[in-house]
């Protein structure tokens, strides 16, 4: 008994510590960082952000790795409808961060599987060119490719001007399907 209790122990002081790594980063630490640091298997990690995620730690993945999703202030959000061909991603992105909301995540909605969504926390230049560049490299096809280019966002902003400013700018741009 003394032996699993020292692991559970063990599980414990090793969850705090990824919960002190990804507080005190900037930027996303990615799975295989965590497991380096912390002498484990990547799947351990996988494991321990679910458990952390279960006791309502908010915990998000990204493509760049775990970040932990800090509300400072009440935030707004809005989910926008949006249609462009795969090379204007780049542009429709840069749109919504230039005009000061964040990207939270695709979804689409698809004829037999229903909604399918990820979440992607675009907040700024850098983040999209990473995404488009990591989409080119890994020749990845984008969920609207399952919808005919029509998909969705979540964009959050700290107000509602933000927001309506981004939905002029897209619209300007024939992004935005109402």
Sequence with gaps: MEKIWGLIMDGNKRREKILQIIKESKVPVSGSELSKMLGVS????VQDIALLRAENCNIISTTKGY???Q????????VINVKHSTEEIEDELCTIVDNGARVLDVHVIHEIY?????RLIIRNRSDV???VKKVKEKKIVPLKELTAGYHRHTIEADDEATLDRVVAALRKKNYILD
């Design 71 to 78: 509300d400072d202030k009440p935030k707004f959000t809005r």
């Design 67 to 69: 970040l932990l999703y």
């Design 129 to 131: 060119y990473d995404f």
């Design 114 to 118: 229903g909604q399918i969504a990820t």
């Design 42 to 45: 990547r799947q351990v990690i």
